[in-house]
Each structure stands twice: as structure tokens, then as C-alpha cells.
């Protein structure tokens, strides 16, 4: 720098005036000048050498956008100055800047809101990171408003509107999730959900480019604790209900992909609640950036609004990290880390259910004794290497390893009455409808562990955008199960035989399975503008092979969305493509039952991936109405599937047959409004229509996941004059899903249960950070980004929500089905803060 400030003055100077003037002035007057020019010159540099090698403040840092991507020829420079530089292709940069009081940094690009950030008494080496969001464009023929288009198959989402949500997972991905249309979940303590008419098993969920599983033992939510999903760690979030690129794995229903943030710089946040409390600390000095997330939860207070009471002694506990090392602007190293302890300890006392129609009332009572002891211990890592060799090319090395350890035990024994409910008063009628004893042994132990080496690549060739990878997996599953019960009614035991005493079910399994999968995919986007239309293209293919039943998988997948330049406003969508459903491990489980009763578990080496051919049609609508932005989403979908394992619910429990034995298809409609139904806040509403129908032993039937319609309503409102004072409404109702009694064919007999119908809600003030905060003075609270105290409200009607059966069988074998029912009107009260 200092050397080209040298030759910069020579020029100006002395070289370019001195040769001037001796051509004009002759040699004497020009030696003359150029003396009086050197001194000048020899000033000047004095000066500028005291001046650049003064005390100087560096400054760097990353420039990214609302997605956390990094914003490319960003200009930073200095106010009122002239000194500033650009963002190079990883959103870095630095300068250096000569100390002062005040510097004011300002950062702009084309298509972005320009951001101004003052540093005081800024001194040495100071990292400054930005975060730049896109600018809402009001044109005269058309209106850039903002909205977030489903690219590819895959529709982004704002990572913060489900940090106020209110429900009992805590502000959960999963439960924003559930809001989408085409997405159910009939369980508000389990982060498990159904798209479209899958099962929970038919959902890849994606953490920094790896593939995390769902445990595999737990049968209510309850058990689950919390989703393995950090939010507060979540930078960028994309889904898809249906119709995703190659690059997603062999599953038939969703692609759900989490990438987590690198803060911004020193940062931190804390939030404490009656049901747990969590806490995330980061930092970025600009090559090396951390994020730390540790949760507890303990939702005992929740539990206890079930019916069953007792000793509910839940603990669930998870700290996850991401960290992110950048050598340089070509290479960046990034570590992801999660452990996940859940231990769910129950002592049950006594259970009475009152269940039926008013004219034909039921009481259950039981009496237990005995103890639940589950345990469900996660370890996932990610290593990741990423290589960036132009702007047109780029590499990513990966290895993961996921690690499950669950052990479900339990010895309960319980007496029960189930009785006919009568009114009370002169004519009542009642009577016992049956007595009797039972008891549940349980030792199922499975550990499972995966490995995952994978490498890709993305590469631009002219329009075309390469996107390929190729990935190994070992997969290793260690399997223990030991589970039986005995059923006594009317003193008699069953099943009642004379001569013997037989255990109405019983069941065992002892299997260790190593399984090595082969995946490799590639697909193209192009993005191509005309005077006619927008189009994208999204086309690929993945194939797979599995040792474990040798099979060999092609899928090809493509997508198609279209935008008329005629009709901006409007955005068509085609997606269709070949979907398997690559068994993981319980698919390959399969009963046998011996003469005697006695129920082992076999693997199925001949099971093959059911086969699902979609076509997806929809269409995105923006208007505006009452002068504010919505957008209309509507898509039309249908799915011939082939091949199909048939299962059944029990609760959360999945119990797969262990061989192809289905067929069936699965037809509907999804709609969603979305946009500011008040003004300044963001609120959505969700309908859907869905048919299932699948053939079991010749006989047509809905599948155990068939929902005929669901409706659900995220609502945000605030008064415009206290806009601090916030309110959120999450609301479901959702026709409830096809049940069967236990070991028990649906081709035979099957009943829907009743609908599910849920409101939560959430009130929340905001004491620091609202859009109409004042100044703050007191030097203890400037370091507050955000301090809000909310009010929760789960089950504001207070609705008794159906999980599942408990099944009670006289001496006749007529069978009761008494209803499990989930959580009561809850209170909670949360305090968030953020730094």
C-alpha cells in the first residue's frame, strides 16, 4: 500500500507537471520547478506515511442474506468517505479504517434494504457481520412483494415465525409443520407427522446435509420428549409435501431439510418455562464461528392431565453444536454435533375413563400397580468439508454417524371394572359390563447405528445446474424384544382353555442385521426467461442399491413451474416422478406365530420398496386485498402406489406385516391463504381433502393414515397502539384416523375414531426489540436484543382428543374399546431473551 502511494504522488507530482512545464518554459525554469515539485512531493509523502502507518482500526466480517447465503459484491464502505471495498464470493471482506470516536459503517447492494451500523471507540482488529434482507419492490406495472415461491419442489419458510408459536413442544419445527395443508398430526406431545397419507416413516428429515432417523421403540408421545430439531439453532428451513428433487432419499411422502446458522457475532439467548428451559450461546470472529443449543424439558405438569394418574417422572435432555472454519474463501470446515437424553419414568396409580354416547355411557376404572422405565438416547455428528473452486463449481465431503440406544421396560399389573354408565336419579340404569385383572411385561432393547460417507458436487455448464453426489451408508441394528401379556376376565383366563394357562399375547425377537446401501443421484435446473414466460426445470434421477434384500432402485423425478409474463401474479407448478420407500429396519420385521400362541420375529429378505408414481399439479396466486399482500396456493396430487408394506397404528407405534401385501392409491387437495391479515403480521390458513383407499386380501379399505379433511389456522394479531402486546393462535380440527383392534386384520373389521380438534394460544409482551422501542440508556439493557414474557394456553376449549385404544376382553371375546385420551386445558408461562 505504501509503495503505491509513493509512485501515485511521483506521478501527480513531480513526473507529469515537470515535463509539462519544461516543454513549455524551457531548462532552466523547468529545473527550477521541479526542485520546488520535489519538495512539495517529499511533504506530501511525510505526511502520508505519518498518516498510514497511524494507528488504524481493521475491520472485517461476512456479509449474508435473510437465508444465511452470502450476498456477493456487497459495497461496505465508510461514511461521508471515500474508503471501501466489496464482498468477495463468500460475503467477505475488510478493510482498514483510521481510528476515530465514530466510525459508520454502511452496507448496500442492488435488491437489498441498505443496513448502517455505528461502532464507538472502535480500537485494533473488529469483526463486523451484517445480515442484508431483500428489499419489497412497488413498480408500477407489477408489485415484488416478498413471498417466497415453491423452487424445485421445495417452499422456504421464515425460521422465525415459529419461535412465538404456541404449543407443547416449545416453539417446535415440527409444529409449524403441521400447519401446512397436507401435513396431520394427531398428537401434540410428538413431533411425528403425516404428509399426504403416509406414515411417520415416509418423512427424510435432513440436518446439515445428513439423513437423521426417528427412534424406533416408542409407542406414545409421551415417551418421545423432544424433536431432535434445535429451533433456535435453525438458519435456513425447506420442505415439500410431495414432489421433491433426487437429491432427497428413498421416501415416499416429504423431504424436510434444516441447515443450521452461523451467528453473526457475539450473541446469546435464553428462554425459561413452567415445562423446561433451553439456552443458545454463539460467535463468529469471521474465519471461526460457533453455536451452541442445550434444552431440558420436564412436562410432568402436562402429563398429569391425562387420565392415567400417578408418578410421571419425565426428563429430557439434548445439547447440540455447529461449528464452521474458514481458512479461506475457498474452503470452509463444518462440525455438527447432538446428544439427545430422554429417560420417561412412570409409576401409574389409578385410571377411570368415562367414555360412549349420552345414551349409552361407559366408566373404566383401574387399579395399577407397578412401574415404566424408558430410556431413548441419541448421538448424531456431522463432519462436513466444502471446497468452492469458482463461482461455477463446488464440492462437499461429508461423513455422519447416528447412534440410537432405546430401551422400553415396564411390569404393571392392573384390575379394571368396566361398567354400564347409567343416569343418576330415580330410573337409572347401570351394570357391569365386565371385571377382571391383566398385566404387561415389556424388555425391548435396540440399538441401531449408521454411517454415512457422502460427496457432491454442483457445477454451472451455461443455463444448466448441475447438482450430483454419490453416498455409502452401514447400517447395524441390534434387536432384543421381549414383551408379553396375561388378561384374567371374570376369573378366567385368556385365551380360556381347560387344561392350560396361555398368555393372550406374547412375543420375542433376537436379531443382529448389517445392511450397506449404495446411493447415487444427479439432476439439472435450468432457469430459462423469455418474452413469454419464467420457466424452471428441475429434472433428475437417484438410484440406490440394498445388500440386505439386493435390490436395485431407479427413481426419476421431475419438476416444472411456470410463470406467464403476461401474469405475474401467477406461478403453475408440474411435478411428477417414480418414489420408493427404502425399508430402514422394522419393515423387515415379521410375525410368526407357532400352533401354541407363541409369537417370534423373523426378517423378510425378499421384502421389496413400495413404489409410489406421483403427479402433482398447483398453482400460486398473489393479490392484494384491504391494500396488503396474499397469496393463494392450491395443488392437486395423486399417488398410485405398488408393492406396499400394510401396518397398522398403535398410538405412535407402527406395526408393519413384514411383507408386500397392499396396493392402493392416495388422491386429494391442498389449499393454503396466506398473507397479513393484520396488517405488519404474517397469518396463514390451511384446507385439505384427502381419499386413501388400499386393497388387503382382496378387500378395499382406507389406509390406517386416511384423513378426509383437515382444516388448520396459524393467526397472528397485535394492537396498533401497544404493538408490543402480541397474540398467536395455532388451531387444528381434523377428521380422526381409521383404527383396528389389536391383531386384528382391517379387511376385517376397522372404525374411525373421532375427529381432532385443538386450539392453542399465546400472549405475549415484548419488553426490548418491538418496532416501536425507545432509545434505551441503562448500559445493562442495551446488551438485550429481545425480552418477551408470554402467556401459553394448550387446549384453550379444553377438548378430550382421542391417542388410541385400550382394548378390554370378557369371557364372551367381545372386545371394548376404551379411549386413550391425550392432555387437558394447560397453563404455561415462558420468558424469552435474546442478545
Not at 450461546?281 to 464461528?289: C, D, T, V
Not at 470452509?332 to 437424553?341: E, P, R
Not at 465431503?397 to 411390569?411: A, K, P, Q, T, W
Not at 388448520?712 to 396498533?720: A, I, M, V
Request: aromatic share 12%; charged share 20%.
Amino acid at each position: 500500500m505504501f509503495y503505491n502511494i509513493i509512485f501515485k504522488h511521483c506521478v501527480v507530482f513531480l513526473i507529469v507537471p515537470a515535463c509539462s512545464f519544461s516543454y513549455n518554459k524551457g531548462p532552466r525554469r523547468a529545473f527550477s520547478h521541479i526542485m520546488r515539485q520535489l519538495i512539495t512531493a517529499a511533504a506530501v509523502l511525510l505526511l502520508t506515511a505519518l498518516t498510514t502507518y497511524a494507528a488504524n482500526v481493521k475491520i472485517s466480517g461476512r456479509v449474508i442474506d435473510n437465508e444465511d447465503k452470502p450476498v456477493e459484491f456487497a459495497t461496505v464502505r465508510v461514511a461521508n468517505t471515500a474508503i471501501g471495498t466489496n464482498t468477495n464470493l463468500k460475503g467477505n471482506y475488510e478493510l482498514s479504517v483510521a481510528e476515530k470516536d465514530t466510525i459508520e459503517m454502511v452496507f448496500s447492494c442492488v435488491g437489498f434494504k441498505t443496513v448502517q451500523h455505528k461502532l464507538v471507540n472502535p480500537k485494533g482488529e473488529l469483526t463486523l457481520n451484517v445480515r442484508l434482507y431483500p428489499m419489497d419492490i412497488d413498480l408500477k406495472e407489477f408489485e415484488v412483494i416478498g413471498f417466497r415461491n415453491n423452487v424445485n419442489g421445495m417452499q422456504t419458510f421464515d425460521t422465525d415465525a415459529f419461535k412465538l408459536s404456541p404449543d407443547v413442544s416449545g416453539g417446535s419445527v415440527e409444529a409449524m409443520i403441521t400447519t401446512m395443508p397436507g401435513v396431520n398430526s394427531n398428537n401434540e406431545m410428538s413431533s411425528q407427522y403425516s404428509v399426504r397419507g403416509g406414515t411417520f416413516d415416509e418423512n427424510s428429515v435432513y440436518i446439515n446435509g445428513m439423513e437423521v432417523y426417528r427412534p424406533q421403540l416408542i409407542r406414545s408421545g409421551q415417551q418421545e420428549g423432544m424433536s431432535i430439531i434445535n429451533p433456535d439453532m435453525v438458519g435456513n428451513l425447506k420442505f415439500s409435501t410431495g414432489g421433491f428433487p433426487a437429491r432427497y432419499s428413498d421416501k415416499m411422502s416429504s423431504a424436510l431439510d434444516i441447515t443450521y446458522r452461523e451467528p453473526e457475532a457475539l450473541e446469546g439467548a435464553l428462554t425459561l418455562s413452567l415445562m423446561g428451559a433451553s439456552a443458545a450461546f454463539g460467535q463468529n470472529s469471521g474465519k471461526f464461528s460457533q453455536l451452541h443449543g442445550v434444552r431440558y424439558k420436564r412436562n410432568n405438569s402436562l402429563l398429569a392431565t391425562q387420565d392415567t394418574k400417578g408418578e410421571y417422572d419425565p426428563t429430557f435432555f439434548d445439547y447440540q453444536t455447529n461449528m464452521t472454519f474458514k481458512p479461506n474463501d475457498h474452503w470452509s470446515i463444518n462440525l455438527m454435533g447432538n446428544i439427545s437424553l430422554n429417560h420417561f419414568n412412570f409409576t401409574p396409580a389409578d385410571r377411570e375413563t368415562t367414555f360412549g354416547t349420552s345414551q349409552d355411557a361407559k366408566n373404566f376404572k383401574v387399579y395399577f400397580d407397578g412401574a415404566e422405565k424408558d430410556k431413548f438416547e441419541t448421538y448424531f455428528g456431522v463432519l462436513t468439508a466444502n471446497y468452492q473452486l469458482n463461482k461455477a463449481h463446488k464440492f462437499q465431503i461429508g461423513l455422519g454417524g447416528y447412534l440410537s440406544n432405546e430401551l422400553v421396560s415396564y411390569d404393571i399389573s392392573g384390575e379394571y371394572w368396566l361398567d354400564q354408565a347409567g343416569t343418576t336419579g330415580e330410573g337409572a340404569v347401570g351394570g357391569e359390563l365386565g371385571v377382571g385383572k391383566y398385566m404387561e411385561h415389556s424388555r425391548n432393547r435396540l440399538k441401531s447405528s449408521v454411517v454415512q460417507v457422502n460427496l457432491r458436487g454442483q457445477s454451472r455448464v451455461k443455463i444448466n445446474n448441475f447438482t450430483y453426489g454419490i453416498g455409502y451408508q452401514r447400517q447395524n441394528f441390534r434387536d432384543r424384544t421381549k414383551e408379553w401379556e396375561w388378561r384374567d376376565s371374570a376369573g378366567y383366563s385368556l385365551p380360556h382353555l381347560p387344561d392350560a394357562l396361555h398368555l393372550i399375547y406374547n412375543l420375542s425377537s433376537k436379531q443382529d442385521v448389517h445392511i450397506n446401501r449404495v446411493s447415487a443421484f444427479v439432476e439439472d435446473a435450468i432457469y430459462i426467461t423469455t418474452d413469454k414466460a419464467y420457466l424452471t426445470l428441475n429434472a433428475g434421477v437417484r438410484m440406490s442399491y440394498n445388500d440386505f434384500n439386493r435390490e436395485f432402485l431407479v427413481s426419476p423425478r421431475v419438476n416444472l413451474s411456470l410463470s406467464p409474463t403476461g401474469m405475474n401474479n401467477w406461478i403453475f407448478r408440474f411435478g411428477t416422478g417414480m418414489y420408493y420407500q427404502s425399508p430402514y429396519y422394522k419393515e423387515y420385521r415379521r410375525t410368526v406365530t407357532d400352533p401354541l400362541g407363541n409369537s417370534t420375529i423373523e426378517l423378510n429378505h425378499n421384502i421389496k420398496s413400495p413404489l409410489s408414481v406421483q403427479a402433482i399439479l398447483g398453482a400460486d396466486f398473489t393479490f392484494r386485498a384491504m391494500n396488503r399482500p396474499f397469496k393463494l396456493t392450491g395443488e392437486v396430487y395423486y399417488k398410485n402406489m405398488s408393492r406396499l408394506i400394510s401396518y397398522e397404528y398403535d398410538n405412535l407405534k407402527i406395526v408393519y406385516s413384514g411383507q408386500n401385501d397392499s396396493k392402493g392409491y392416495v388422491m386429494g387437495l391442498d389449499l393454503k391463504l396466506y398473507g397479513q391479515f393484520v396488517e405488519g403480521s404474517d397469518s396463514w390458513l390451511s384446507f385439505s381433502l384427502m381419499k386413501t383407499q388400499q386393497t388387503i386380501d382382496g378387500k378395499k379399505v382406507p389406509m390406517p393414515s386416511d384423513q378426509r379433511y383437515s382444516v388448520s389456522l396459524y393467526f397472528t394479531d397485535y394492537l396498533p397502539r401497544f404493538p408490543r402486546l402480541r397474540f398467536n393462535l395455532r388451531g387444528v380440527v381434523a377428521d380422526g384416523l381409521t383404527v383396528t383392534p389389536p391383531h386384528t386384520s382391517r379387511a376385517v373389521s376397522y372404525f374411525r375414531a373421532p375427529a381432532y380438534k385443538r386450539l392453542d394460544i399465546g400472549i405475549s409482551w415484548q419488553f426490548i426489540g418491538s418496532p416501536d422501542q425507545k432509545p434505551i440508556t441503562r448500559k445493562f439493557w442495551r446488551s438485550f436484543k429481545n425480552l418477551t414474557l408470554a402467556l401459553d394456553v394448550f387446549n384453550l376449549l379444553d377438548i378430550t382428543n382421542v391417542s388410541s385404544y385400550y382394548w378390554v376382553t370378557d369371557v364372551n371375546n367381545i372386545q371394548y374399546g376404551v379411549p386413550n385420551y391425550l392432555t387437558r386445558r394447560q397453563f404455561n408461562v415462558r420468558l424469552a431473551m435474546e442478545f
